[in-house]
Every structure is written in structure tokens, then in C-alpha cells.
């Protein structure tokens, strides 16, 4: 018997209203170490066991849709780095791919090469921020430093390049902001050389280590049929078996002359998702050298008009984030600006199989679980 | 399914339907009443087999709202678009949350953002918008913030 | 038997694999001179090299003879995205006698900005670059709203 | 030869000589009583700089690197900052139990330095009964942590304690076990006898491999017992915030922090005297070149530098492994490391009784 802290009743000002005689209800959030941002999560627990995780999102919605109709088609895709900031590249791309789309634009196969390369290293950053992140999630803190340090290389190519490096702003419709740095090439090697020699260290370290499989394999499982229900894309889905790499299926720029896999695993659990993540960087490097020393000449950036104007319409791209499927839904009234502009963030639909998978799961579960799908706050509030 | 046998067998489903030209994809017209048994065959009909909702949105066209629906199949690739109009003073629409999971979140974003309100959904509460939020929902196109809105 | 065997097969797969973690962060530690990461920031401050493309802050190129090259045209204030550059124009008379717009005060919102360089893009004399600066730290937010253009500085011969 | 015991007994002598016996002894007492406070502080200092030390290398990072040279006086800044910040106390909590853990937490950790041997023949209290006293005190130390996460009222605090409450109860009993097997090869309690026992090789060298296996199942129990990574639970970062402590700033807080490190070295220094030898130098056999020559080195040295590799293979572990899950955690003790010692203990006492043993 506890003291008056316990009783169910004490949230009542929160909408949520389950939950039995000796329940515990627990705010993990919006502050709080393994939510990586400003999520704000109502579980209820009995004793160690989530019985119920209610998500509370808006902390940090800032409102891009409604920002989006006031801006131009040049000026909107700014925004949207911030929305998925760890692949700020490849958000920038599915909306410049939208414009395109509208515009019926012709890319250089250059700025082609030079996007999907921004965006595989995107990639490859994401998911190294995301490994040392997930580490961390379940307890151990050393990843985070090795994962940071070939992050860092990656972040500098991109400084170097784009001129940030976080929220590059770099795709442009049309193409790219700039042209490459002349040291882009060598740089890269640079990391790729790098990268191979590390990449074992992460297996020793981490996914051999007995302790991260028990906290992993087994643990919020979630079957193929659910994940495509819950509308799961990305590692996450992929992770349950679901073929949903739109690299893949919906091939753009020049990823149909590619040659990579598009890794599957049939486990459903965190240990699945998190080795579908270990692979693809391998793939990623792969798609790097495959096209770092066949980058075809010429221009970076097609012609456009100085004031850009969709037709009348609705257009519609998606691209694989380093999270799973980014959709840019463009209503155009022929204007300058966007009628109206959806996102579909991956991590929104990702986060709503949240309650399902950590559903009698512990709470050290129910942080595994929020690491291996890994939430990008921002992305889901947007 | 190609676009012109998609269309031909969603006439055959739903002869009320009404078809836009032009886009990506498919893009049907539909009546909210007729959503929910509409949504159930297109679920459940083994040669459309739609199973993935990739998008769900609301969108103010100032005289009235619409529902659109992204809908896909992993089986078949083939993908179509459902609009269903809805009246600007008492939006409702039935929910499709026990036809896709994925509907259960994104319809809250929509009642939140637009105020369409999901006739027997599980859980229709905020979301996004804090505790206790008044006024009009932020997305609908004569929403004005005074306060925290920066003017150009 | 073969049950004491898998779980003798067990614990020495477990210890084993707790061994080679620890045999990474060992050399880790042993090689810290070699293998640290760490930048010594305030200290290096003389040795940290951006590179050129960085986007530090906007600047307005002045040449030595205290002239650069903005014309007033605004299609910098038109192209950023949140407002964070004001340009004021005035009327300049030029020798034939003819009104000729020119640039009266560029003012630059560094508070505002994004750094998104969509104001570089759009610049048509190349009047304006990204600086390298980056310590941007202030304890008066006004003192980010800043006046580009130096005073008595005009618009250099020849720019259209 | 150079040893404490002589000036410890000069002390002693000349105190008795020049003050009634009651004075000498109440002065004795309260030099102890400074020592073993002024002990606790530098523990504190120390491992705490150590700690940030052997992660920083672990991690690619420099470490305190500002506050005087190599950044040496960092934990004495970090001291000075807690000792000066306001001591808060949330309301809704208990105050009388919230104010008190900390200082019980304290107050054993202290209390268990008192059967050690830190140099040969300096020692507050030979005991009889000392290794039994150590393990006994040593458990108090969860009637502080479930007094913090009770009196908190918070359900993080809660969670955590009684975390560390199954846990601590649940590790003592591998720890205990693997005790034993050195009690049972010595047949004495007595902290001083144990090392003596060691005087012609270490346990670790004469006891086969029954000692070692004890020998790692204690590291690892201990490991648990102090609420260290991948231990951890009753303050798991990522999953309570701060476990039992959230609530706790300033002073209390600090308090928690130094029981902890010098709980850390209480279990060490522990296992480096049944193990390891404590003071006793390196010894083969007896009357060797060798040992005259390693008896050169004080035997503090030899104690406090068993102690602290002890101390850094615990922090080894700590910034290598991911976190147990509480489940996991138990299920390690009670599948694993109880049975294991349960026959390991078997297996040492056959090896006493036929005097096997070296």
C-alpha cells in the first residue's frame, strides 16, 4: 500500500481513464532521458509491466503544414530539415522531388548522383547517431562516443559540401544548392576506409554482447500483418518482414541503376530492426561506392524560373528516410505558394504501434523498444 | 491492378463513384456515407487486398472539407486515392481505426487539426493540442492566431 | 548430459562475448592519447579552420574602397523565408539628373535567420555572402539586429 | 622494516604513557574517527576522478581536463558546488526519512571501513568476527535506499528502490557464498588471520580453480550489490531518470554519491583481502629471493594497489555493458550464479578437507 501518490486518480486531469486498484500511472516525459526529445508517454504500469502506453505529443508541433502555405516553392523546403533532422537531407529531397514533380522538371543525372549520395550519407549518419542512441538506451554509454566519432566524419563531408551540418538546406528544385566541394571524392574514401575498419568494433561491442541480445530478441514483438497495419515503413517494418524500401518499389532518381539489397528480417523484434539497421549501412556504403567515382559530369542544378508556380493539382512524393516512408502531399491552386501541404512522417505511424508492441513488456522493455524504433521527435510532431 | 482495371472494378464496387481525372494515381470521389462499407470491401476484397493506408488527410477547401485517403496493397502494388466531401459546419465521417490500425492516430491529427469528427472511433481525443484547447482548429483555413503568429 | 552442457555451452558464450567488449574498451583505454576524439574548443579557436561554404551569418561585401555591391533590387527580403532581412531603400540622384534607386540601410535579423543561404541563392550581383563567424552569443538580443552596409558605403560603379 | 604498525604503536604507547587511560582512549577514538572521515572524503575525491578518468579513455575523451593540472581538483570544484547548493526537499515527502537515508546510506558504508586492513597491522578493530561483520553492515545499506525511494514520493524513487531492494537481497547470497569458500579454506573469520593464511601465495594462486570461479562470481555479485553498471537497476538512467536519488540535490544527494564510491571500495578492498592477499605482498612459497624482494614494497601499496584494480575492472564494466532487465537480473542470480557457487562452495570444501590446496 502506498501512499496517496499512487492512486489512479492523480492524473485525472489527463483524458485517460484504465486502469485497476494498484496501477501505477507514470508521466515518462516530455523530459526525460530515453524519449531522445520532448515526448511525453502515459504508461500504466502494474509493478514493472506496461499495461498501457498513451502517447502526448505536441511539445514540440510546429505547425509546418500551416507554416508551408505561406511560403514559396523555393522557400518551404527550408522548413522541413527541421521536421526529420537527422535526414534533414532526405526530407529536403522528397519535397524538392514534389515541386519536380509539379514543375515536370528535368534533374542533371549530376545533381541526380549528388542527392542520392547526400542522401546514403545522410543515412549512414542517422543510423550511427541512432546505434549510439540505442546503446545507450539499454545502458551502455560507450557506443555513443565510437558512433559520434564517425558520425563527426560524416558531418564535416557535409559541412564541407552544403555548408551546414545538420540542416543542410541543399536541394533545391531543380537540383542542388551547390556543386561539390573538390575535396567531396577524396573525403569520402576518407570515410568509407574508415568505416570498414570500425564497423567490426560495433559488432564486439554490441551486438554479439550477450546482455544487449537478452534486453533485445523477443522483446516488442510485432507480426508483419500488424506492422503494415499500423502503417510501419522503415527499418522498423522491414524488421517484421514488410517489403517497404521505397528505394525499392518506387525507384527515384537513380536508384534503379543501383545495385544494393533491401535488407529483411522475418524476427519482429528489437533484435530484428536493429540488424536490419546494421545492414543497411553496409548497403549504404555499397550505394556510395558504387557511385562516388562515376559522378557524371555536368550541371548541378536545371534551369528554373526565378518565381516557381505548381499547376492546378495534387502531387504527391515519397522517398525512404532513414526512418521509413517520407510522403509530400501538394495541393496546388496554381499559385506560388501551396494550397495545402501534408507530411507523412514515418515516425508518426511508427510511434502509433507503440502501445501494441510494449503491451506487457517491462519498462527496461519499453525503452528498448522506443530505441529500436527509432523516434525522431520532431519528425512525429512536426 | 493497372489504373484502368482499378477503375473498372471500384465502378463495379461503388457505382456512386465519381472519378478525377488527372494525378498519380486513382482518384476517386465518394460520398461519406457510403466510407465505411466502402472501405470494408476495399480491405477485404481479395483481388484489391488494400491493406496499407500510407496517408490520411484532411484538407479546407473553404466551402466545404475533404477527407483524402492514400490507400496501397502489399500484395499489388497498386495504389488509389479516396476523397470524400464533407460539410464545413458538421464534418463527420465514419472511422476506419478497425480497418487500419494506422487510422486510429491519424484520424485524431485530422479531428484536432480540421475538427472532422470520426463517428465511432475508439479514442477521439487531442492529441497534438493541449488540454482543454479552445477555439478553432488550426488547420481549417480562417484560423487566425493573433498571438503567436509572426506576419510576414 | 546434454542439458549441463548447454548450459555450460552458455555461460562461457556469455562470458566470452562479455570478454571481447571489454577487450575493445581495454585498448580503448590503453591508446586514449591516440585514439581521443576531443577538440579543445575554446583553446584551438587560432587553429579551427571552417570551410568556406560554412554558413556563419550574413555579410554584405564591402571592397577597400568601402563600396559594394547591393543595388536595393529586395530580392533578398523576397526570398527569405522568415523575414529576417529589411532592406530600406532610398532615391539616389545620379549625374544625368535621373532618380536611381540604391540601398539606404540593409537590416539583417541574425536572431531570425536560418542560415538557409536562400538570400545568397537569390542575390543578382552577388552583393552578399556567408560569413565563417559562428560565436554569435550575445547577452542583448538586440544587439543581433544588424545594419549590413558600413556607414558612408556605396554602391559600387558599374553594378546594375 | 618500514610499516605503519610501528608508528600506529608509538602512538599508542606514548598516549597511554602520557594521558589517563580513559583520555588516551577517547583521543584514540577521535583520531580515528578523523582518519576514517577524513578516509571517507579522499575515497570520494579520488574515485570519483578516477571514475570520469577511466571513462573518459573508454570513450575517446579527454576527461576533467580544467580544474587544476590534468584537471586532478575537478571532483573537489564538483564537492564544493553540492556542498553549497540549496538542499531541496519536495514537498509530499516524508521528511524525517527523506533527511535520514541519506546519512544511514552514509553512516554504514562508514561503518563497515571499520574490520579492514589497510596496512599491515593498521587496522581500526580486528575482529573476530570480521568478514561476517562486513557482509552483515553492508546490507544495511538498503534500508537507506528503500528509505529514500519510499520517503520520496515519487514513482521513479519507488520503482528504484525496490529494485535495488530484490537485488541487493537476491546478490548477497552469491556474494556470501563465494566468501565462504575462503572461509572454509582459512577457518577463520578474522580479517587478520585470512591475510596471514596468505602469507606463502595468494588464495587466488593456492586455492585452484574453485577460487577463481569464487573469485569472479564475487566481482560480479558485488558488482550488483553496490548498484553499479550493468547493475545498475535501482538508478537506471534511461529508464527511472535517476532511480531511487531523483528527488535528492545538493548535499543529500552528494552524500548518496560518496557511499556509493566508497561502498565500491568496501567490496573491493574486501575482495582484495580474501583473493588477492590485502597487505600481504606477492609471495611463491616461503623463504624465497623473490618474496624478500616484494616485501620492500610497503604493504599499503600492495593493499591500495590490489584494491583499485579491483576498482577499475568494476568500472571496466561499467562504460562496457548495456543494462540487465530486472527479470534478467534475478534470473542471472538465481539461475546462474547460485548454483554455481552452491557447487563451488562443495567443490572447496572437498578441497579443504583433503587439503589439495597449496
Known amino acids: 500500500m502506498y501512499r496517496e501518490s499512487t492512486i489512479v486518480n492523480e492524473s485525472a486531469s489527463l483524458p485517460y481513464n484504465g486502469g485497476d486498484e494498484g496501477d501505477m500511472i507514470i508521466n515518462v516525459g516530455p523530459q526525460h532521458p530515453s524519449t531522445h526529445g520532448v515526448l511525453h508517454l502515459i504508461i500504466t504500469l502494474n509493478g514493472e509491466t506496461v499495461k498501457k502506453v498513451d502517447p502526448n505529443l505536441g511539445y514540440i508541433h510546429r505547425s509546418m503544414e500551416k507554416m508551408c502555405e505561406s511560403l514559396t516553392y523555393r522557400q ?96 533545391v528544385p531543380g537540383g542542388v544548392m551547390a556543386d561539390l566541394h573538390p575535396d567531396f571524392q577524396k573525403r569520402v574514401h ?57 528505394r525499392k518499389l518506387y525507384p527515384y532518381e537513380v536508384y534503379d541503376k543501383l545495385q544494393f539489397d533491401e535488407i529483411i528480417e522475418t524476427g519482429g523484434d528489437c533484435f530484428a530492426r536493429y540488424m536490419v539497421r546494421m545492414k543497411e549501412m553496409k ?48 495541393i496546388s491552386e496554381g499559385a506560388t505558394t501551396p494550397y495545402r501541404i501534408k507530411f507523412r512522417s514515418p515516425g508518426y505511424c511508427n510511434l502509433s504501434a507503440l502501445d501494441h508492441m510494449a503491451k506487457g513488456q517491462k519498462i527496461g522493455d519499453l525503452v528498448a523498444i522506443m530505441g529500436a524504433l527509432d523516434l525522431v521527435i520532431p519528425d512525429i510532431d512536426r | 491492378m493497372t489504373r484502368d482495371e482499378l477503375k473498372i472494378k471500384i465502378s463495379e464496387l461503388l457505382p456512386s463513384a465519381v472519378f478525377e481525372e488527372g494525378g498519380e494515381w486513382l482518384n476517386v470521389q465518394i460520398d461519406p456515407a457510403v466510407w465505411l462499407p466502402f472501405a470494408e470491401q476495399l480491405r477485404s476484397s481479395p483481388d484489391l ?39 464545413l459546419n458538421q464534418p463527420e465521417i465514419e472511422s476506419v481505426s478497425h480497418i487500419w490500425r494506422t487510422a486510429e492516430f491519424n484520424e485524431r491529427e485530422a479531428y484536432e487539426m480540421f475538427g472532422i469528427k470520426f463517428l465511432h472511433h475508439p479514442d477521439l481525443r487531442l492529441l497534438i493540442l493541449p488540454e482543454g484547447w479552445e477555439g478553432k482548429n488550426p488547420m481549417r483555413k480562417d484560423f487566425e492566431d493573433p498571438v503567436n503568429m509572426i506576419k510576414l | 548430459m546434454s542439458f549441463i552442457k548447454n548450459y555450460l555451452n552458455d555461460v562461457w558464450g556469455a562470458v566470452k ?36 561554404r560554412f554558413r556563419g551569418e550574413v555579410v554584405l561585401i564591402h571592397d577597400e574602397n568601402n563600396e559594394h555591391a547591393c543595388t536595393g533590387c529586395t530580392a533578398c527580403e523576397i526570398a527569405c523565408p522568415n523575414g529576417s532581412i529589411k532592406i530600406i531603400t532610398k532615391f539616389d540622384i545620379t549625374p544625368e539628373g535621373k532618380k536611381k534607386k540604391a540601398l539606404d540601410t540593409f537590416v539583417y535579423h541574425l ?29 542583448d538580443r538586440n544587439d543581433l539586429i544588424k545594419i549590413l552596409n558600413k556607414p558612408g558605403s556605396r554602391i559600387r560603379d558599374g553594378v546594375e | 622494516m618500514w610499516s605503519l604498525q610501528n608508528i600506529t604503536d608509538n602512538i599508542h604507547d606514548w598516549l597511554y604513557a602520557t594521558f589517563n587511560p580513559t583520555v588516551a582512549m577517547l583521543i584514540e577514538y577521535a583520531i580515528i574517527g578523523a582518519l576514517a572521515i577524513g578516509l571517507f572524503a579522499m575515497l570520494g575525491l579520488v574515485l570519483i576522478y578516477m571514475e570520469r578518468k577511466v571513462s573518459a579513455w573508454m570513450q575517446l575523451r579527454l576527461g576533467p581536463n580544467r580544474v587544476g593540472p590534468k584537471g586532478i581538483f575537478q571532483t573537489t570544484a564538483d564537492t564544493l558546488k553540492l556542498i553549497v547548493k540549496e538542499g531541496m526537499t519536495p514537498t509530499g515527502v516524508d521528511k524525517l526519512l527523506f533527511n535520514l537515508a541519506p546519512f544511514i546510506v552514509m553512516i554504514v558504508a562508514m561503518v563497515v571501513l571499520a574490520p579492514l586492513m589497510f596496512a599491515k597491522g593498521f587496522q581500526i578493530w580486528d575482529l573476530n568476527i570480521g568478514v561476517f561483520f562486513i557482509t552483515a553492515t ?83 555479485a558485488v558488482t550488483a550489490e553496490t548498484n553499479r553498471a550493468p547493475f545498475d537497476l535501482a538508478e537506471a538512467e534511461s529508464e527511472l ?40 605482498p606477492l609471495h611463491f612459497g616461503t623463504n624465497t629471493r623473490f618474496n624478500e624482494v616484494m616485501d620492500y614494497i610497503p604493504s599499503s601499496v600492495w593493499f591500495f594497489g590490489k584494491t583499485f584494480f579491483l576498482i577499475f575492472v568494476i568500472m571496466w564494466f561499467r562504460w562496457t555493458f548495456p543494462r540487465l532487465r530486472i527479470d534478467q537480473l534475478l534470473n542471472l542470480e538465481w539461475k546462474y550464479l547460485l548454483p554455481i557457487s552452491m557447487i563451488n562452495l562443495l567443490l572447496v570444501t572437498f578441497i579443504a578437507i583433503m587439503n589439495w590446496h597449496f
Not at chain 4, 541487493?168 to 566468501?179: C, K, P, T
Not at chain 4, 528527488?247 to 544527494?253: P, R
Request: a negative charge; aromatic letters at 10%.
Open chain 1, 76 to 171: 518551404f523546403i527550408y522548413v522541413t530539415s527541421r521536421m526529420d533532422y537527422l535526414s534533414a537531407h532526405i526530407n529536403n529531397h522528397c519535397c524538392a522531388l514534389c515541386v519536380e514533380k509539379g514543375l515536370q522538371l528535368e534533374v542533371p543525372p549530376r545533381a541526380q548522383v549528388i542527392r542520392v549520395l547526400m542522401d546514403e550519407l545522410t543515412r549512414l549518419a542517422s543510423h550511427h547517431l541512432w546505434w549510439g542512441a540505442f546503446a545507450m538506451d539499454v545502458g551502455a554509454l560507450t557506443p555513443f562516443f565510437l558512433a559520434f566519432r564517425e558520425r563527426e566524419m560524416i558531418n564535416d563531408i557535409m559541412e564541407e559540401t552544403c555548408g551546414t551540418r545538420l540542416t543542410m538546406n541543399y536541394m
Open chain 1, 190 to 246: 576518407e570515410f568509407i576506409a574508415h568505416f570498414k575498419k570500425k564497423i567490426d568494433e560495433y559488432d564486439e561491442l554490441i551486438t554479439d554482447n550477450i546482455i544487449f541480445q537478452n534486453r533485445t530478441k523477443g522483446i516488442g514483438y510485432i507480426s508483419k500483418e500488424d506492422a503494415i497495419a499500423f502503417g510501419m515503413t522503415g527499418p522498423s517494418a522491414r524488421g517484421s518482414g514488410v517489403q517497404c524500401d521505397i
Open chain 1, 283 to 330: 548497403q549504404s556504403i555499397s550505394i556510395i561506392e558504387q557511385l562516388i567515382d562515376n559522378i557524371p559530369e555536368g550541371d548541378f542544378q536545371a534551369k528554373t524560373k526565378a518565381v516557381l508556380k505548381l499547376p492546378k493539382g495534387e502531387f504527391y512524393s515519397r522517398v525512404e528516410t532513414a526512418r521509413g516512408e517520407l510522403g509530400v502531399y501538394i
Open chain 2, 49 to 87: 487486398s488494400f491493406d496499407y493506408l500510407f496517408c490520411v488527410t484532411g484538407v479546407d477547401w473553404k466551402t466545404h472539407l475533404s477527407m483524402v485517403y492514400h490507400l496501397s496493397s502489399t500484395n499489388y502494388r497498386h495504389t488509389l486515392v479516396v476523397k470524400a466531401k464533407l460539410d
Open chain 3, 17 to 52: 562475448s562479455l570478454a571481447t567488449g571489454m577487450k575493445l574498451t581495454s585498448q580503448y583505454a590503453i591508446h586514449h592519447k591516440k585514439e581521443k576524439i576531443t577538440q579543445l574548443y575554446p583553446d584551438n579557436r587560432d587553429t579551427l579552420l571552417l570551410p568556406e
Open chain 3, 111 to 139: 536572431d531570425m535567420c536560418t542560415m538557409c543561404n536562400l538570400c545568397i541563392e537569390a542575390c543578382p550581383t552577388d552583393a552578399i555572402k556567408m560569413d565563417q563567424t559562428f560565436e554569435h552569443s550575445v547577452t
Open chain 4, 138 to 220: 553492508s546490507s544495511l545499506s538498503v534500508i537507506g535506499i528503500l528509505m529514500a525511494g519510499w520517503a520520496s514520493n515519487n514513482k521513479y524513487s519507488l520503482l528504484g528502490a525496490m529494485r535495488s531492494g530484490a537485488q541487493i537481497v537476491s546478490y548477497e547470497l552469491s556474494a556470501g557464498l563465494s566468501v565462504l569458500a575462503i572461509i572454509v579454506l582459512t577457518g577463520s573469520l578474522r580479517l587478520s588471520d585470512i591475510i596471514n593464511s596468505q602469507e606463502n601465495g595468494w588464495w587466488i594462486f593456492k586455492g585452484h580453480i574453485p577460487v577463481w570461479i569464487a573469485f569472479v562470481i564475487y566481482i560480479i
Open chain 4, 241 to 280: 531518470t535517476a532511480g531511487f536519488h531523483t528527488e535528492y540535490s545538493g548535499m543529500k544527494f552528494a552524500l548518496f554519491f560518496l557511499a556509493e564510491y566508497v561502498n565500491i571500495f568496501v567490496v573491493c578492498a574486501l575482495g582484495a583481502t580474501l583473493f588477492l592477499g590485502g597487505w600481504m
